[in-house]
């Protein structure tokens, strides 16, 4: 990969991942926090259910997306 398509990628992902802060920030201190005032425990139980069994069926573990990410972060070098 020549060193000017390495750049683009650096800043996409950077670009990427400052997105993604954005996102998580929005739902721990804006979405979470609503729906703990609005939902019921049982609400809160049945949804966490279906985010376990959500999770439960992707296609890997977070252990291993973890390692992946490592695995680009050294070959890339960010």
């Given amino acids: 990969m020549s060193a000017h398509a390495n750049d683009q990628f650096v800043e996409a992902a950077r670009a990427y991942v400052d997105l993604l802060s954005e996102h998580i920030q929005k739902e ?12 019921d425990e049982r609400s809160m139980r049945s949804l966490q259910d279906d985010f376990n069994q959500a999770e439960a069926e992707l296609p890997g573990s977070l252990a291993k997306y973890e390692q992946e990410a490592q695995e680009m972060e050294r070959a890339w070098a960010v």
């Fill in 28 to 39: 721990d201190n804006v979405l979470f926090r609503v729906a703990q005032t609005l939902l």
